[in-house]
Every structure is written in structure tokens, then in C-alpha cells.
């Protein structure tokens, strides 16, 4: 497992240096740019050419719905903002991008907002292939749950031959949550991505059950000996204990601060370096 604990490094350091003004890098050579429009939040992430971050934005923003942009002019503003303090940051411009698109969602979703933001799309990727190839996966299912929908993919030799998706994520914990503590859903959101214990997993295992059933019936026929999680769900203390105990048969690999491993595998999409990184042969 020393290829996850590569990946866990390269996580938390994205952990550290999201939204900060200056790169960690002395000289940022030539980067790749990934850019990651989700439904909770959109993030663009530079990496080297060893696939090692040296900058990262995130805003949280409600513009994609549905796999439909419902704000179009938000979401360039923010892409075009992240940009613009990646290249601050970097010290030189961005003119190309890899992009991507949920599994069975229009991908010219992300290239139109993108490119309207003033740079070149120069690979448009699934998200689940994205993880995949950056984790070396050639059998499994890469399981992302993110702010609106559960999505697994199903990975066979490296490629992958099926993906679905529920709606069950992020928006239903904080539901469950702000249902149960007689507070708003916004109050209910900050009280769960500020919690450091199990108390919040313990409230909403109901829905983490859920996931883990959704994923059952996803994988069911399929050979899939380790589910991989990504998506910022996953990051709830308490969530892979609760999540795995409805799939014993399997094993769960939770990577730290899965919130950032599908806009980092974008970004490194690419780059070749999976056979450094695999943590299944
Ligand atoms: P989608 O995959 O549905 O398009 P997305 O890519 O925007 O959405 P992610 O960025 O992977 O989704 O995750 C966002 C979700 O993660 C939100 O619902 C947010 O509440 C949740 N989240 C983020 N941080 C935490 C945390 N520390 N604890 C619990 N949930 C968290």
C-alpha cells in the first residue's frame, strides 16, 4: 500500500494548500490544469509533471444540477476567477485545461463553461476513469459520492464497462442532519463539514446505509473484490466504518480528503504516472 499512502500525501497536501495565494512550488515548470465543476462545489487544481500539486482552488457554489449548469454565468465567473489566481499564483498563464463530466452527462456541460472562461479544453475525462487511471485500478469499482448523486463505476482490466448513479449524496446527509437538530439545511452543512467526531454519522447512518445499498445493487453481477471511494461525503468521521459495515464481502479503500481526489486526478489525467502510483496490480 505504499502507492496509497503516495496518493494520501499528495491528498493532503492539496488539503493544505487550497485557496492559498503563493505556489509550494519554487519553480512550477509546466504545469497541468484540471478543472472540476461539480454540484457542491467547482475546483481547479495545478499539478507538476510528477502529477504533485502545487496549487488549488475551491469555491462552494450551486451552479450544476441535475448534470445541467442552472447558473451559467456563475459557474464561468468562478472558473475564470480560479484561473486568474492560479496563474497569480503560478506566475504564468493557463491557457489549456482537462476537464471533465460525470458518467452519462453531456460532457460539453464542463468544455462550454470552460472554454467561455477564455482557455482550451485539452482533455475532457469521465471522472471515474480519472480516479481510476490516477489509482492504477484495473478491477474494482470506483464508488464517488459527491454533493447530489452516489455514482459507481465498474472497472474491469483498467476500463471501465458500466456506470450508474442514485440520487443519494452530500445535500441528503445535510437534510437528514438539519431534519434531526431542528435546523436549517445551511446551519445543518457548516455544523457537518465542522465536525471532528462520529456524532454526525451516528445521526445520518440511515443515509449512509442507503449509499452502501445503492452501491450493492450497483455492483450486483459484477466481480468487484475493492470498492474505492471518492467525493466529499466520504469525508464525514465515522463514514467509512458505518459505509463498509453494509459491505463486509468487500474491501473499502477510503483515500484521506476524498474531497479533493477526483479534481487531482483530473488534473493529473494523462500524465503517466499511475504505474508509480498503483495500489492494485
Ligand atoms: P457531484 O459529484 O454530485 O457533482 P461534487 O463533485 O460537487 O458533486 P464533492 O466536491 O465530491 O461533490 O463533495 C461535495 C459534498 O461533500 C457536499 O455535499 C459536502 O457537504 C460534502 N462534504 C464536504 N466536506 C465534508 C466533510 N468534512 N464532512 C462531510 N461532508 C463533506
Known amino acids: ?117 477564455g482557455v482550451e ?20 469499482a470506483v464508488v464517488d459520492i459527491g454533493g447530489g448523486t452516489t455514482g459507481t463505476a465498474i472497472v474491469k482490466d483498467g476500463k471501465i464497462i458500466a456506470s450508474l448513479d442514485d440520487a443519494t449524496g452530500g445535500h441528503h446527509v445535510t437534510l437528514a442532519l438539519a431534519g434531526h437538530m431542528g435546523i436549517d439545511p445551511d446551519q445543518a452543512e457548516q455544523h457537518k463539514r465542522q465536525c471532528q467526531d462520529h456524532s454526525v454519522a451516528e445521526i445520518v447512518r440511515p443515509v449512509i446505509e442507503k449509499m452502501a445499498d445503492i452501491v450493492r445493487s450497483h455492483i450486483d453481477g459484477y466481480a468487484v473484490p475493492t470498492i474505492y471511494l471518492s467525493g466529499g461525503s466520504c469525508c464525514l468521521p465515522g463514514f467509512l466504518d458505518a459505509f463498509a459495515a453494509e459491505l463486509r464481502d468487500r474491501t473499502v479503500v477510503l483515500p484521506q480528503e476524498p474531497l479533493y481526489l477526483t479534481p487531482l486526478a483530473i488534473a493529473s489525467y494523462s500524465l503517466d504516472v499511475a504505474p508509480a502510483l498503483r495500489v492494485v496490480g
Not at 479544453?121 to 474494482?140: C, K, N
Open 121 to 140: 479544453v485539452r482533455h475532457v475525462v469521465d471522472e471515474p476513469s480519472s480516479v481510476a487511471t490516477l489509482l492504477g485500478i484495473r478491477d474494482g
Open 1 to 117: 500500500m505504499d502507492a496509497l499512502r503516495d496518493i494520501n500525501r499528495r491528498l493532503k497536501q492539496v488539503a493544505e494548500i487550497v485557496n492559498q495565494a503563493t505556489s509550494v512550488a519554487d519553480d512550477n515548470g509546466d504545469c497541468q490544469v484540471g478543472v472540476d465543476l461539480g454540484t457542491a462545489d467547482i475546483q481547479t487544481i495545478a499539478v507538476d509533471g510528477r502529477a504533485n500539486p502545487v496549487a488549488a482552488f475551491m469555491t462552494w457554489a450551486d451552479v450544476v444540477r441535475d448534470g445541467i449548469v442552472v447558473d451559467y454565468t456563475r459557474a464561468c465567473t468562478i472558473v475564470r476567477q480560479q484561473l486568474k489566481q492560479l496563474e497569480d499564483c503560478l506566475g504564468q498563464s493557463v491557457t489549456e485545461v482537462v476537464t471533465s463530466f460525470p458518467p452519462g452527462t453531456d460532457a460539453r456541460i464542463s468544455t462550454n463553461v470552460v472554454e467561455a472562461a
